[in-house]
């Protein structure tokens, strides 16, 4: 499906508020500006942050702030001094609850890439790949993609907020990896424009931050963590060890999500993100976990449990949202966020995903 050429690339318009925060802080992007009041947030502490709809989208809404923004919201909202404040105030209690999600990985003596060779090898996350392969619907592999689409359609950026903060062999391998993942400054093989054709092969709108209203909090959390690592320069160890965990563990499961979308009689336009991303992250995975991440540890080694800390929260989120796929099919529900909350104008469906009809087999197998 096609969007408005300027909506291709954001910025998104506002999404509907999740709770009072998200409400708060919608109702001032809205307007000039200003100071928020001073108690927001102070206090902030609900039950399980991770899934908590409304911190993880006051968390997002900040975040855009320092991507591309938010359609008709003021770009000085950037550094608004007050709003920094609360996002600080959620930040703190985001990172608390990812620090008690993986505790403190201790560093092996081999090293940091061994380190992150063995959380990868721990992983024991739900097989949400082999379900996509395997036994999905198009409805389920639309409702993937959906979620999915809110990181790859800005893939590689959060990371990119790592290169000023490195030098030295760190930042070369993190070049390298960032190089492919730009297409090599060809805009037609850029990740995010690969995923963009997938989404339309699927009928699904292709527009950046289209379907964020219809994501739940741990879909955000996936791309919150990113930012919150990316956007502090303390946290770059983090940040370089999320990457690493998430080359790691690419490139069986996107064979797996091609394999899915080919079942469902998918074409090669559809699948080629999915295919590029078998062979490019068994490369990238190396260089991340051995030059990049053991290459900012030899330089400073006080990084290496942050770089174990990192690939541990992204592996444990990345779980939790793969469990809540799973789940919520297993139950026969949408993964998305439907029914639309009762406080939303009735008029606005939450629930939609646009419909599609499959496309034919292919005649040949
Ligand atoms: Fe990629
Ligand atoms: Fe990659």
Request: charged share 20%.
């Amino acid at each position: 499906m096609s969007v408005p050429a300027d909506r291709r690339y954001g910025p998104a318009t506002l999404p509907r508020a999740r709770g009072p925060l998200s409400t708060a802080v919608i109702e001032a992007l809205r307007r000039p500006p200003h100071d928020l009041p001073t108690d927001l947030g102070v206090g902030l502490d609900p039950a399980d942050p991770i899934v908590d709809e409304d911190l993880q989208l006051t968390l997002f809404l900040c975040y855009e702030l320092h991507y591309r923004g938010w359609l008709g919201v003021d770009e000085s909202w950037e550094w608004q001094p007050t709003l920094l404040a609360l996002r600080a105030r959620c930040e703190r209690v985001f990172e608390a609850a990812l620090r008690r999600l993986v505790g403190a990985p201790s560093v092996p003596a081999a090293g940091v890439a061994a380190g992150l060779a063995e959380l990868v090898a721990a992983d024991d996350g739900p097989a949400l790949a082999a379900q996509l392969q395997r036994r999905a619907d198009l409805a389920q592999f639309r409702e993937f993609v959906a979620h999915r689409s809110v990181y790859h359609l800005r893939e590689a950026d959060p990371h990119s907020w790592a290169l000023p903060r490195l030098g030295g062999p760190a930042k070369a391998a993190l070049v390298e990896i960032q190089t492919d993942e730009y297409g090599n400054g060809r805009l037609d093989r850029m990740h995010a424009e690969l995923f963009r054709r997938t989404l339309d092969r699927l009928g699904l709108d292709t527009g950046y931050g289209a379907h964020v209203d219809v994501v739940p909090a741990v879909t955000l959390a996936t791309n919150n963590l990113m930012s919150l690592f990316g956007l502090h320069r303390r946290l770059r160890g983090a940040l370089l060890g999320h990457l690493a965990a998430f080359e790691m563990t690419s490139s069986l499961p996107n064979r797996r999500y091609g394999n899915g979308l080919r079942r469902l009689g998918f074409d090669e336009v559809a699948t080629r993100f999915y295919d590029e991303h078998v062979e490019a992250d068994a490369v990238h995975e190396q260089i991340a976990a051995h030059d990049m991440c053991g290459g900012l540890v030899r330089l400073e080694p006080a990084l290496a449990s942050d770089v174990l800390f990192g690939a541990a929260a992204g592996l444990a989120v990345d779980r939790l949202f793969a469990a809540h796929l799973l789940d919520s099919w297993a139950d026969g529900r949408s993964s998305l966020r439907t029914p639309a909350p009762p406080d939303l104008p009735p008029t606005v469906s939450l629930v939609a995903l646009p419909a599609v009809a499959p496309p034919s087999p292919p005649a040949l197998v």
